[in-house]
């Protein structure tokens, strides 16, 4: 198995890639969503494994069912067999339970990991491009505040997503994320009608905006699309798997 972690989070964490685990075809190896077209059994194993790799047994690993949205749910405890069912329909999931892993499940989107040392807290988010311009990571730190954490002290991880070396948008998404996020964030290439975004940059500089210090913010360098190390649903023209990138509240 191949799981990357960040510098700046603490906690048993990990983003990984698409290999390690007995799925096969399209989603071989370590695909964790049955609503791809997988194998059940072969999904509770590759994420039994994952579980294993952050010392916890799949019991404790909380989801969500993820609908490109802003809203933010609390895992309080442990789930039930070898695959939980979702907390709920929500792209933000914390939780303070100790021992408890939330995860986020990706295939180009971005997963962001949260360690919230002072309230003692984790948090996984999913961000596609309407998630960052609603700001759903902005709405997941507001509600660990609420809740006893420090903005200063926050740990934001930015795993492995599509890079703005490929992800191409037109219509007035460059203008809109322009006008959110300032002109960094829209990379303009020669001969290309279509502009690139950069969906960590803007994270980012949300980050910077709300107060966190850039040496708690660790943005991974891995293109999803470019790199075949990872799922991808852009490069596989949505046949493809999903990787659960998982952080274990265990202070």
Known sequence: MELFRSKVI?????????????????????????????????????VKRLAAALGAGPEWVATMHQVHGVTVLEATGA???????????????YTRAAGVAVGVRTA??????????????????HAGWRGVIGDVLGRTLDRLVQTGARVDELRVAIGPAIGPCCFEVDGDLPQRFEAAFGANVVRRVPGKPRVHLDLAWAVAESLRRRGLPEAHVDVLPHCTRCDARFFSHRRDSGLTGRMLSLIRCAF
């Open 10 to 46: 603490r906690v048993p964490h990990g983003f990984p890639s698409r290999h390690g685990g007995v799925s096969t075809g399209p989603f071989a190896s370590l695909n964790t969503s049955t609503s791809v077209g997988d194998d059940a059994a072969c999904v509770a194993e590759n």
């Open 79 to 93: 789930g039930e067999g070898a695959l939980p069912p979702p907390v709920g329909e929500a792209d933000a999931l």
């Open 108 to 125: 180009d989107c971005l997963p962001i990991l949260v360690e919230d040392p002072v309230g003692r807290q984790v948090a996984a988010v």
